[in-house]
C-alpha cells in the first residue's frame, strides 16, 4: 500500500532569516535511505516540467533534482530527519516546504506552483486551416476533395508490408498479380494509373508501387478518373489519366534533437545556468521583450491522430530567444502540457519560427520566452469514421 500523497503548504520566509533560521535548528546530515517522491503541480493542476529542486539539511544543500515531463521528481539516499526543500520554476513563485523524513517509508509529497508572471497571447492552432508547406494542400483537398486519402498516421496504424498491401480493400481498387510483381487497377481499367510524385509525374511506364515503402510517405491520394483529378495536377492533357491518379507525397526526415549524455544538463536547468551567469534574461529584465514574428507566424501541425479523434490541448512552451532573433533549440522544453503528442509540433514549428529579439538598456540581448499554443478542433473539419 503506497503512502497517501501530501500536499505541501509553502513556508515563505526572506532568503537571509531562512538560511539563519535553518542553520540554527538543522545541522548538516549524512545520507541515508530515504526517499522522497512526488509530482510538481501548477495551481491549475497541470503537471509542471523542469522546476529546479532543492534539499536542504540546515544551511547545506544535499541534493538536487527536476521534474520530469510528467510533472514527477524524486529524491533518494535521503537521512531521517527535519529538512527543507525549495522549488522553483521561471514564470513561477518559489516555494521552501518544511518536511520530516523517515527512512522506513517513502515520503510522498506533491508540490503546488502558482504562477507569477502574465502569460503571452496563445498562438491558437485551428484544424488544418494554417498549414504550410506540401501538406497544406493535401490536407484541404482532403476535406473538400471526392478521392481517398492516407495521412502518415493512418499509414503507420496499419502497417501495410508494401504499397500494394496498403491499397489492398480500398473500394474501387483493385490489386493484380503477375508473376512475382503486383499492380494496382483503378475503376475497372485495364491500364495503369498516373502515379505523380510529390507534384511531378512519372511518365516512363508503368511504376511498381512496391518499390517504396508506404512509411517513407506523409501523405497518399487516390481518384478514381480524370473528372475526380485535382486542377493542380491536370496542367496539360499529358497530366491526366482516364485509368486514376495516385499522388504520393514524401516523407521528409524531421531533423532529430541531439540525446542527453549523462551529466548533461537539462533545457530548464540550462536556462537557470544562463541566467545566473547573466548571459541571458528574464522578461521582467528588459525593456522590450522578445516576441513571435506577426507576419511570419509558423503554427504547428495539428497532430493526426489528435485531430481525426477532436481533442483539443495546450503547451506552454519555454525557449530562450537569441540578440538575433533566433530561438536556441538546446533551451526549448515544453513547461506543461495536456499531451505529449502536442509538444513535437511545437519545437518544429519554433525550430523555424524567427523573433524579434529582446531589448535591454539600448541593446540586444537573449531573453528567456514562455510561449502558450492552444489546439482547438475544427468542427467544420469531415474526420473518416
Known amino acids: 500500500m503506497h503512502p497517501r500523497p501530501v500536499m505541501a503548504r509553502a513556508v515563505r520566509w526572506g532568503a537571509p532569516l531562512l538560511g539563519a533560521l535553518i542553520a540554527s535548528v538543522l545541522p ?76 522506513s517509508e517513502p515520503l510522498v509529497l506533491d508540490i503546488r506552483l502558482t504562477r507569477a508572471a502574465t502569460e503571452l497571447s496563445a498562438v491558437r492552432v485551428t484544424g488544418r486551416r494554417e498549414i504550410n508547406g506540401p501538406m497544406a494542400g493535401f490536407y484541404k483537398r482532403q476535406q473538400t476533395g471526392s478521392g481517398r486519402f492516407f495521412n502518415y498516421n493512418e499509414i503507420a496504424r496499419r502497417n501495410p508490408i508494401n504499397m500494394t498491401d496498403l491499397m489492398r480493400g480500398v473500394p474501387g481498387i483493385r490489386i493484380e498479380g503477375r508473376g512475382q510483381q503486383s499492380f494496382v487497377r483503378i475503376r475497372g481499367n485495364r491500364c495503369a494509373p498516373l502515379v505523380v510524385l510529390d507534384g511531378q509525374a512519372l511518365m516512363a511506364g508503368e511504376v511498381d508501387l512496391d518499390a517504396w515503402d508506404p512509411k517513407s510517405f506523409e501523405g497518399i491520394e487516390v481518384y478514381s478518373g480524370p473528372a475526380a483529378v485535382p486542377v493542380e495536377f491536370q496542367r ?48 521582467s529584465d528588459v525593456d522590450r521583450q522578445a516576441f513571435p514574428d506577426s507576419l511570419n507566424l509558423i503554427k504547428p ?30 533551451t526549448f522544453s515544453a513547461v506543461t502540457t495536456t499531451h505529449r503528442s502536442f509538444v513535437e509540433p511545437v519545437r518544429r514549428a519554433l525550430r523555424e519560427q524567427r523573433f524579434a529579439p529582446a531589448v535591454r538598456r539600448g541593446s540586444l540581448v537573449q531573453q528567456v520566452l514562455q510561449l502558450p499554443f492552444e489546439f482547438v478542433p475544427d468542427s467544420t473539419a469531415r474526420r473518416r469514421r
Open 28 to 103: 548538516a546530515q549524512p545520507s541515508g535511505k530515504g526517499v522522497i517522491r512526488g509530482v510538481v503541480r501548477t495551481d491549475g493542476e497541470a503537471t509542471l516540467e523542469g522546476a529546479q529542486l532543492r534539499l536542504r539539511f540546515g544551511s547545506v544543500p544535499v541534493a538536487r533534482t527536476e521534474s520530469d515531463e510528467t510533472g514527477s521528481y524524486t529524491f533518494t539516499k535521503v537521512a531521517g530527519g527535519p529538512a527543507w526543500i525549495e522549488a522553483r520554476r521561471i514564470g513561477f513563485k518559489p516555494e521552501s516546504l518544511a518536511v520530516t523524513v523517515k527512512e
Open 236 to 283: 496539360n492533357q499529358r497530366m491526366s489519366s482516364s485509368c486514376g491518379t495516385i499522388v504520393l507525397w514524401s516523407r521528409m526526415p524531421e531533423p532529430r534533437e541531439p540525446k542527453r549524455k549523462k551529466g548533461d544538463l537539462s533545457p530548464a536547468a540550462r536556462i537557470a545556468a544562463m541566467l545566473e551567469e547573466g548571459k541571458t534574461f528574464l522578461p
Open 301 to 330: 501541425l495539428y497532430p493526426d491522430s489528435l485531430f481525426e479523434e477532436a481533442v483539443g490541448g495546450r503547451v506552454v512552451a519555454e525557449i530562450v530567444i537569441s540578440s538575433t532573433g533566433e530561438p536556441i533549440m538546446e
